[in-house]
């Protein structure tokens, strides 16, 4: 114990709470620069995760950079499947599929997707972690406390140790205390989803290449109601709305849910057979809603914690495993420079929103337009008709000049008059 106490007296250490997707990409990108960290966690792993369970091309763009060997592994384990598309289910129940735009460099048995469990996703990840000499991983151990003392982070926990560093990645979720001290950031009830999930196993009718699947119901705009499929015939359910339209509407989500696959026509069927296979849960889904500081004196926000999930997408571990590699880059800049000053911590800042920032306030306008069922009916039966539309509505999800004109009221005029 005191010999880990003195190695993180070390000026140039730094300390990473939660081994997420951004907590432990930040540590996997430190070591492969031969730099020491201690990466922190609460639990004990294998330990799951509510989560969607989606893994986006970010993902896969990251661990890239990071190892293309270890990308080629993920990619030959038996707990994901590869997926190609989305299909986005309207409120009259029309479908509309749009396969992801497959741009890999590094295989052609690359997938442009995945979707797996998340106690196999993070498992995974912690598993290559621990192979580094480099970091030192504290799993079980809680930080309760936080104080910064003579240009140090000190860090208390609930084992009794304390840890001394240059730098601290706040890295541990949507519920972090730290996101709002120091991080100085307070949740917004419009912006925070609620989402509940299940699994199922033998719901019919999916797609054969795995499609993740997104029905917009009329009560739920301008939430939805989600189907991911995963291994042996199982697959990822649940429902998310934000916290304000619950409140204001009194919505119970989770008979919401049961109502919506007793009773949708386009739901019904495919559930006659299917059998629930475990209980539901719930967590909490911060949205971007504006840009914030994300940095301060020996302090960077990573991952959920730094509010950076897409409003439309529900993109979380792809930003989460970007905003690791760039607290990585910037850790490495500042032991570089003896610089962990919120002013020279803002580098990381401006790499993460040069990289996301213009996508994220793009999608913050679309949900507006989401909202009405006429709308979200009319485009959806327009796309499934036009090649081009479709083509367009594909390129949205990965070009942000096409993404852009979605929160054009006028896209939507044009094409309800068939243009």
Known sequence: MSKLFNFFMERSSVSIVGAGPAGVFAALFLARAGIPCCLIDKAVFPRDKICGDGISGWVLSVLSKLDKDLLLKLNRQDFLVHSYGMRVVAPNGKMLDLPFLDDNEVSPELPPGYICKRIHLDNFLVEEAKQKPEIEFLEGVEVLGYARKGGKNILTTNTGLTIISDLVIFANGANSKFMKEPGGIVKDAKWTMTGIKTYYKGISGMHKKNYVELHFLKNLLPGYFWIFPLPNGEANIGVGIDRYRIKKHRINLKKLMFEAIENEPHLMERFKNATQISKVEAY???????????????????GDAANLIDPVTGEGIGHAALSGMFAARQAIRSIEKGDYSEAFLKQYEDDLY????????????????????????SVVKRAANSEILQRKLTLAMSDLEVRKKLKSPWLYIKILMGR
């Open 284 to 302: 909490s889904l911060p949205l971007w809603d504006k840009k914030r500081k994300i940095r301060g004196d020996g302090f960077l926000l990573a």
């Open 354 to 377: 040069e990289k996301i920032g213009r996508e994220l306030r793009i999608s913050r306008k679309i949900p507006r337009f989401v909202k009405y069922p006429w709308l979200f009916n």
